[in-house]
């Protein structure tokens, strides 16, 4: 893996309708961030040639409206991206990840963050990179890292999707 792509899923509701963490949908600006982030990506050329997803209902949906800006990624449910520390992340960024080129994790705060931050202070990273990354890692939000020959990460883009919503309050 030469890039990471690390995004959390959109804006969701509150609550799910039965009550469950994992069920919880996707509101309507979750559903159009979701969108605009994979054009986002797509645009600048970063797309995944395999996507670890999360169980959570919220990391499905994020992905199929994300993924029409992705066609030929392969794509993996993750059971252990749900309720993850960032250990976990990074223990499932081990399983059977070796022949792709970027992988990309849709899943959740505050794991995603963590691992941020940490690929971050581990890598060969500019202090103003750990601090744009250290400020905030809200929904919709992608993180890419590329990886030098020994492994250690440089912040390559953050997006906001609040930074991309033309004429929305």
């Not at 469950?20 to 509101?27: G, P, S």
Request: contains cysteine.
């Amino acid at each position: 893996m030469h890039r990471l792509i690390l995004f959390r899923h959109a804006k969701t509701e509150a609550r799910a309708p039965g009550g469950e963490d994992i069920d919880r949908a996707l509101v309507e600006r979750g559903r159009a961030d979701s969108q605009r982030m994979g054009r986002i990506l797509a645009d600048a050329g970063m797309a995944p040639d395999l996507v670890l997803v999360s169980p959570a209902v919220r990391a499905r949906e994020t992905w199929t409206l994300a993924s029409p800006a992705f066609p030929p990624a392969r794509v993996e449910i993750r059971d252990g991206l749900y309720d993850a520390t960032p250990e976990d992340v990074a223990d499932e960024l081990t399983k059977g990840v070796a022949a792709a080129d970027t992988v990309m994790v849709v899943g959740h705060n505050p794991s995603l963050h963590e691992l941020a931050i940490s690929l971050l202070e581990d890598g060969w990273a500019e202090p103003a990179d750990i601090e744009r990354v250290s400020a905030g890692f809200p929904t919709a939000t992608a993180a890419t890292f590329r990886f030098d020959g020994a492994g250690r990460a440089c912040l390559e883009a953050l997006f906001h999707a609040r930074d991309h919503r033309a004429g929305e309050g």
